[in-house]
């Protein structure tokens, strides 16, 4: 009460509120009114530019400056308003510049959608490539082990060779022979040959077992 | 029989009975100044006046800020990396709080018994809109949603979830809304438009990269379903614990539907349409090409 009282406008409204419903005793909040500023619009001295004269300037006869002036003063302009409108070739300009520019949202949704279409085939193939690769991982990691573990026992084994060559030469030669120097190749050449020859001897023996093994048992079976 | 004591009382005699308020009567409450400090009055006379001793800092001939000697500053050393990369082509978006729309709505500068739109939002100087400073309108932020109590039909370009909520909760109805720059200008300075002598343009549709948001029902999209509008408000209702109140049974029913076409920027006035001021007349195309045009 003491609000609506200190406040005029409030006021107003309360008591002629309670004209109308005295039951229903609800404050009701008034809205400030928009109080626009005034608009000098001069209607009691139009400037209408005189458009034959060639002292107006050039923007003062262009159509863009009627509309204003029509905007402005209205029917006192003394403008056809039918000519605030594009005309038809205009419009036409207007509605070919708009089918260009500013496409449909049919054809926007259209294109959105396969756009993500386009992006959710691109993603998909990367992670079936990626579980494609995982898949192969386990058999990629067992052979690389594999393999590391043959190259160390390689060089483990040549270590050795290497070691027992180097073993036999001292042997043979009664000093510590670098394996570089000729003699020590000389002897390297020596052993691989009676080595070979061993070997050709073991293959005639096996070939030989081989032939009579399968021709003793099926006379002895028959 | 006594007098029904007036409300008031004193305090309101006075008021009624002294002078207007001037320049001449009033003066700042004890404490209210502080008197700033004065440069140059110090023992010895001052001295140099809080400078330091000769140099660029006495001389006032520093440097600019980041200079570092000669060594290439940190701003310089540092490269550059697409961050900001079409930074001042980004739309941006004057941010409401619900703070401060409950404020204008208490303190009665935006009117609650009809639809609120940004040219409601801008008469009664709630938020300022630079449509040249690539803003594309105003994003509802929930900050005071907790003491939001308002019913209104409102109109906004961007919304977060918790807004959305805080003004369904209370019974309102939300929906974003496109405007692009040209009818953004239009909307928020109506009058100086009308001087202009133009008709009333389209309102375009949102570019391609903004299509998803406006038909999204989550977000109370304009160009999206009303069934999934509807689906949303009740998964939101049940997503932050409120009955949601029935719009059908309410009696400002008819105002709280109340939407703009896709292709309208004013309620009550269609596209095609000059609007004179002067005379206060509303002139209408009647050659049916541009009725089509302004009808498509």
């Given at each position: 009460m003491a609000a609506s009282v200190l406040c005029r406008r409030t006021a107003v409204l309360h008591r002629h509120f309670k004209h109308i419903s005295g039951s229903q005793c609800a404050i009701l909040l008034q809205t400030a009114k928009y109080?626009?500023?005034?608009?000098?619009?001069n209607l009691n001295e139009p400037y209408v530019p005189d458009k034959d004269s060639t002292k107006t300037p050039e923007w003062q006869k262009t159509a863009k400056y009627d509309a204003k002036l029509y905007g402005r003063y209205g029917s006192a302009s003394g403008l056809d308003p039918a000519r605030l409108w594009p005309s038809h070739g205009q419009l036409d300009n207007i509605i070919t510049e708009e089918k260009e520019w500013q496409p449909s949202l049919e054809v926007m949704l259209k294109n959105i959608e396969l756009k993500e279409k386009e992006e959710t085939e691109k993603r998909q193939a990367k992670e079936r490539l990626i579980a494609a690769n995982m898949a192969k991982m386990p058999k990629m990691v067992a052979d690389w082990r594999r393999e590391k573990r043959e190259a160390k026992q390689k060089q483990k084994d040549d270590k050795a060779r290497r070691e027992k060559l180097l073993a036999v030469a001292r042997e043979r030669f009664g000093f510590a022979v670098d394996p570089r120097s000729p003699k020590f190749l000389e002897m390297v050449a020596e052993i691989e040959k009676e080595d070979k020859k061993k070997k050709k001897l073991m293959k005639r023996m096996l070939k030989g077992e081989q032939a009579a093994a399968p021709v003793t048992p099926p006379a002895a079976t028959s | 029989m006594s007098f029904p004591k007036k409300p008031g009382g004193k305090a309101l005699d006075v008021l009624q009975n002294l002078p207007r308020i001037s320049l001449a009567n009033m003066r700042p409450e004890p404490g209210a100044g502080r008197t700033s400090k004065r440069r140059g009055r110090g023992q010895h006379g001052g001295n140099r006046s809080g400078r330091g001793h000769k140099g660029e800092r006495q001389r006032g001939n520093r440097p600019r800020?980041?200079?570092?000697?000669?060594?290439?500053p940190f701003y310089l050393v540092i490269p550059k990396y697409g961050f900001n990369e079409g930074q001042s082509r980004r739309p941006q978006y004057q941010p409401l709080s619900l703070k401060r729309l409950q404020y204008l709505i208490d303190v009665g500068r935006v009117d609650t018994t009809q639809p609120v739109d940004l040219t409601q939002l801008v008469n009664g100087r709630g938020v300022t809109i630079q449509p040249?400073?690539?803003?594309?309108g105003v994003q509802l932020v929930d900050e005071g949603a907790d003491i939001f109590a308002a019913k209104i039909n409102i109109e906004v370009q961007r919304a977060s979830e918790g807004a959305i909520a805080a003004i369904e909760r209370n019974g309102g109805v939300i929906t974003t809304t496109f405007y692009d720059p040209i009818s953004l200008g239009i909307l928020i300075k109506p009058v100086p438009f009308f001087l202009r002598g133009q008709p009333i343009p389209k309102r375009m549709l949102p570019g391609q990269d903004m299509v998803p948001y406006y038909t999204d029902a989550e977000n109370r999209g304009?160009?999206?379903?009303p069934e999934k509008i509807q689906q949303a408000r009740l998964a939101l209702a049940q997503k932050y614990g409120y009955i949601l109140p029935d719009l059908?049974?309410?009696?400002?029913y008819h105002m709280l539907s109340t939407r703009k076409d896709v292709?309208?920027?004013?309620?009550?006035l269609a596209p095609g349409w000059v609007v004179n001021m002067s005379e206060k007349k509303i002139l209408k195309p009647t050659d049916e090409k541009l009725l089509q045009y302004y009808s498509s």
């Open positions: 109080n626009p500023r005034p608009l000098r619009l | 800020l980041g200079f570092e000697g000669g060594q290439t040249l400073k690539k803003d594309y304009y160009l999206a379903d059908s049974k309410d009696e400002l292709r309208q920027i004013f309620f009550g």
